[in-house]
């Protein structure tokens, strides 16, 4: 399970480089609205976090369409989590931001692969 809760984290940091590569691309090239541009990154990390997911860590024969609702879904809680955990951690503790990112990062990370491991590409 270590080796693919690595494995799994490894595809969250290509998840990150893909979102802001995306994003800094649609508002630097193209002009877009920042906003926008990051809904288009994250939905583009989304899509090839779940294929890299879905074939290499979870090696899962799951059907494609209900284990990308799942991790569609897993992945709206765990931004949801992330933003509860931040907010937690500035507003009532006094961290910084950035300490509160950390902190996130690292509660929401193994929640969502616990949830995804159990839930999304099961079969």
Do not use: D, K
Not at 37 to 57: D, M
Not at 60 to 65: C, D, E, G, K, Y
Not at 105 to 116: D, E, G, M, Q, W
């Amino acid at each position: 399970m270590t080796a693919s809760f690595a494995a799994y984290a490894l595809v969250g940091a290509l998840g990150a480089l893909v979102h802001y590569s995306v994003t800094v691309a649609a508002v630097e090239l193209l002009a877009w609205n920042v906003l926008v541009a990051s809904a288009a990154g994250f939905v583009a990390a989304l899509c090839a976090q779940f294929v890299i997911n879905r074939r290499y860590v979870f090696a899962s024969a799951a059907p494609v369409a209900a284990s990308f609702a799942r991790y569609a879904a897993t992945s709206v809680m765990g931004l949801c989590l992330n933003l509860a955990v931040l907010h937690a951690a500035t507003a009532f503790a006094g961290l910084h931001y950035l300490v509160g990112a950390a902190l996130a990062i690292a509660v929401v990370t193994p929640v969502n692969f616990a949830v995804n491991r159990r839930w999304t590409f099961r079969t």
